[in-house]
């Protein structure tokens, strides 16, 4: 097999048998899918194996329509932030955020997104790296910075808006009128790998007060399912594509291993600290899937979305949605169904 083989406009196509693949067993998969989620039912799910889409399965939704994969999105913000660092426009995952992004500081009491959230002192040690990881304790009273894991949106929207002002794309005083960090990533990332992926920006309901410029604004991007099987097969790749490097390898494998930090906040269920690495859900303590490779991981968000990689068996699944779960990234089901057919 060509481990090498990378999709141009459209995604080449092989017989599963060609893909060490077992057709009688990915039909089974895909008729147990059908069933857990019902007659009424939505799901896409791509399988990609050797660089071939191995399989497709389209229910109640169109192939070529983008659907928001919410929080999956950070895993695409941390490979931002690692070819930031990379283009010497950040010194290091290390760096003070406040030092390029002062306006994240600017949060009086009143003005945060809920009652008894602002700026604190503590907030001013807050590295991207802490961001990145969701161990920032942003506008968290009694979080300190690298203490505890409490996954959150804000400090992802800091750590974007912190990234495109260091690249002139970001303006806090003028958030929609600003060109916006999601253009960065359609320049490095998806032109690149040939996705066609759109972005805009997403707001949770916030008070009249808050100051919605220096911590909300969202980078939400809108994906077809081939799409996330790209960004899949670029990971899978260790951030190269088709013999050019997009994302430092360093940092992909960093990325994609589990954090270290001192304990879970008390809001924050499951084993966070253990099975998290920089924007990436990780099986590498055998944790977040046991009967899963532990070199798997995946880009997760809300609405089952999903995308899944193994570099030890070449395989990227990608679902959006997928199975239904209050837990996508805990759900291993679809994932064992499929690998049931590996020979």
């Not at 068996?313 to 959006?320: I, M, Y």
Request: with cysteine.
């Amino acid at each position: 097999m060509n481990l090498a083989q990378f999709p141009g406009a459209q995604w080449g196509t092989r017989p599963a048998s060609e893909l060490g693949l077992r057709a009688g067993k990915l039909e089974a998969a895909r008729k147990r899918l059908c069933e857990a989620v019902g007659p009424e039912g939505q799901f896409r799910v791509c399988l990609v194996r050797n660089g071939f889409l191995a399989a497709e399965w389209n229910c109640g939704l169109e192939p070529d329509a983008e659907l928001g994969i919410a929080s999956a999105a950070k895993s695409v913000f941390s490979c931002l932030l690692g070819i930031a660092v990379a283009e010497g426009k950040i010194p290091s995952a290390d760096a003070i955020v406040s030092e390029y992004y002062p306006e994240m500081l600017e949060v009086p009491e009143g003005t945060g997104p809920k009652p008894g959230r602002s700026s604190q002192p503590k907030d001013a040690q807050i590295t991207f790296r802490h961001l990145i990881t969701n161990t920032s304790g942003y506008l968290k009273p009694g979080e300190r910075p690298g203490e505890c894991f409490h996954y959150q949106t804000y400090g992802m929207n800091v750590l974007m808006h912190a990234i495109g002002q260091v690249y002139g794309l970001y303006d806090s005083s003028d958030a929609t009128g600003s060109v916006g960090p999601g253009e960065l990533i359609r320049e490095r990332i998806r032109d690149p790998i040939g996705g066609t992926w759109s972005w805009r920006w997403h707001n949770f309901d916030l008070p009249p007060a808050a100051r919605i410029g220096i911590f909300g604004y969202y980078t939400g991007l809108m994906m077809t399912c081939r799409d996330m099987a790209r960004l899949g097969w670029l990971w899978r790749h260790g951030g190269s594509w088709a013999g050019r490097w997009l994302v430092p390898a360093d940092w992909m494998s960093l990325a994609t291993r589990s954090i270290r930090v001192g304990r879970n906040a008390p809001a924050e269920e499951g084993d966070g600290i253990r099975t998290y690495g920089h924007g990436f859900w990780t099986n590498d303590q055998g944790l977040l899937w046991p009967s899963l490779p532990r070199d798997s991981f995946a880009a997760a968000g809300a609405g089952s979305q999903l995308i899944w990689v193994c570099p030890s068996l070449d395989l990227v699944l990608a679902q959006s949605p997928g199975l239904p779960t209050p837990h996508v990234h805990r759900d291993a089901r679809l994932l064992e169904w499929v690998l049931e057919a590996v020979l």
